[in-house]
């Protein structure tokens, strides 16, 4: 018998409610990471925003430039390469790179932050990359 791919649906949330979520998602991340930097020489995590003007060499006169995204980028180093988080506000995902696994986009379905294609869990595909590649484990 044929085995098909069971694409999951997601419906869209509010503008500020995906903020919201996918905010909270990326500082449970960053706070899970910091303690293993201690124990990880070669581990810098960096947390931030992107806004419109990101990548003009202007200085920007407008302080309140609209945030596009926000993004957690977690470097191992030359050798080990590294994972980043970006959060997309259009199209409401994130968008998960690894050097492991690749890139792939999840939506959030209420509770988690699943993939699209095949409905899998991003903290558990990002725990399963990383823990091959330092010391200890991201506690989620």
């Known amino acids: 018998s044929a085995v098909s791919k069971k694409r999951t649906e997601v419906s869209m949330l509010e503008p500020g409610d995906f903020h919201e979520v996918s905010s909270t998602f990326l500082d449970k ?3 899970s990471l910091r303690p293993l930097v201690a124990i990880n020489d070669d ?3 960096t947390r931030g925003a992107r806004t419109d003007d990101d ?3 202007e200085e920007s006169e407008n302080e309140n430039e609209k945030v596009r995204g926000e993004y957690l980028f977690v470097d191992l ?8 988080f970006q959060s997309d506000e259009s199209q409401q995902i994130i968008v998960f790179v690894s050097p492991i696994s690749g890139m792939r986009a999840y939506k959030y379905n209420g ?3 699943i993939n699209l294609d095949d409905g899998h869990n991003l903290e558990g595909l990002f725990v399963r990359d990383i823990i091959r590649q330092i010391q200890g484990v991201p506690k989620l």
């Open 77 to 84: 180093g030359s050798v080990k390469g590294h994972y980043n």
């Open 111 to 113: 509770r988690d932050w």
């Open 55 to 57: 990548g003009d060499e």
């Open 29 to 31: 991340l960053h706070d």
């Open 43 to 45: 581990m810098i995590v």
